[in-house]
């Protein structure tokens, strides 16, 4: 039998560990920032929701619309790129911070309600897509119908708003809205009110939209 | 589930290859001061015959040829055979030109570098047979710097420090630090008795263990590293001498290298599968450290490119709206580790190399540069071998 060097290799494997752990700390750790940070953002888009909704109380006339409505746009870039932020990491890093999650969900319900309102006192045209999905219950075909809305919304026109929207993920707020529109299925689409249970393609998908807009 | 899944695939690939940089960072360290241990003068001078193995090689053939008879070696103890594998060029007739000088001609069908090679030594009756390719130039001291070591009954082969005869541009910087750095690992590997290639540019063999083991393998298109896991399979010790220094010409374009390295990967592939029953406790380092990483290594490059693939396309959606802060939000521990491994690795490169070659310095950038260009070179040469390989297409040297 030939020589085995325990030593050698029982070293090599301690540093190994070393390197992984120290990994392992520091990728964790910079993890854990990065999730604060977003739960930071989605505290101070909150303020900024809350804000626009009592001047919307306070005076809900056509006069205060270029306001209202430049800052509701503002609200929904942040908010739409925050959730791709959090949807990337949950996609490609496997991070899922159910709390941050949750409290974006209540984040983008508000940002979603804003937009309505407004466009209600600005006489705005613009189409409402929500598709509602579980995390818990629907994974590929939930996964899919993001991908189609996704690509409607990075090539399609500006009168479109998209909103996705967690069932699973245990926000009451949420849980209402779905209770509302009697969401029993993943993924379901509303498209202005009218509900599209399971799978809808993005052919089917701009269809409804068009003729909605024509 | 997918992407937890392949999360644990990058962590077992990171874990092995961590431990395999460590490994032999450790190993240079345990022996650090023995890297350049010359042996002294050898006691004796064996007779020696050079099979100079050559297909088409009349550009090179008489560069090499002189370069032998140049050797500081004692002409009678010293006999150079040139075996011409049916070329279709004047190798012929150059060999034929250094007849005088008493190199010996076997002329002979074209049957690959392995068989020319069994054909050589089927004639050779000295106590030590040494291989050259018919590109590379050897040191005029190189063989009387080799021969000591089998004074020592227990080894069967010697390798010499192939390094790369530079063209000056990119891939041939690139290739002359690749065969410093060979060399340097395999100097490590030596202390381990973990050899796993008599470089083809210049090694030398007992000649009665070479012919005992059956010789080289005709279908073998690495039959360097062959021969050599054949020498470790039946005990004999695969040595390096550090001070023997050979140089060999390198592919000068792309494409070239492209169709050695392809040709280095199969034949590499199909050694390694050979060989697979080297691993185990048994083999000692060797079956418990060295082989099991061959084959890992090649399973590792396959999958790689298609976490790679898979991660691409998974980001790709998000890329036109995260932009940078894509690249920001991917950095997670496997990036940690991998950062704290290339910089261990880099220093251990850069200081360990410019320690052992005293009369080549090594730039920062230029180490820094190969650390991240030379992997991206072999992932690519391993996905045309490997497609070579799924459709079985044909070998040659």
Redesign the interface.
Known sequence: ?????FN??A???F??AL??I???F???A??KG?VDEFGQSVLSLTDRVSASTAIMLLDSTPDMCPLLESEQEQIENDV??LG??I???E????IADEKLKGKYMNLQLNSYLLSNKVKQICSQNFTSVVMFYSSKQC?KECKEQE?EL??IK?SGPHWVKIYSFDAGIGSASVQVLANKYRIEKYPTILIEDKKYEGLVGREKLEKIIGELQS | ?A??QL?YAEYAI??VT??TF??LI??YL?NRGRMKEALGKPKRLPEVTVLVPAYNEEEYLAGTLKSLLALDYPKSKLKIVVINDGSTDGTGNVAAGFARFGVGIISKKNSGKADSLNVGLGKVRTELVATMDADSYVAPDALAKIVGHFEDRRVGAVASCVLAKSSGNFLGEIQRLEYMFTIFTRRILDF??CVTVTPGPFSVFRTRALKKIGGYDPKSLVEDQEVALNMQQHGWKIRTAPEAMVYSETPKTFQELMGQRVRWQRGGLYNALKYRFLIG?????????IMPNTLLGYLFLTIVPIIVLI?IM??S??A???GW??VR?????????AA??LL?GFAWLYYGMNEFYENERLSFPTVAVFIIAYPILLFIFWLFAAYMEVTKQAKSW
């Open positions: 039998m030939r020589k085995i060097s050698l290799i070293a090599s494997f540093i190994t390197i992984f120290a990994g392992i520091v990728g964790k910079l993890d990065t739409n790129l791709y932020k949807s990337f990491l996609d490609t890093r496997n994974t991908t996704f690509e990075k | 589930m992407i937890q999360q990171a874990f961590i431990f460590v490994f450790v190993a345990n381990l008795n406790l048994k083999w000692g380092d060797l079956g418990v450290v991660s998974t980001s959606i998000y036109s709206y995260l802060e894509g939000l991917s950095i997670g521990p496997l990036h940690i580790m704290l491994m261990a």
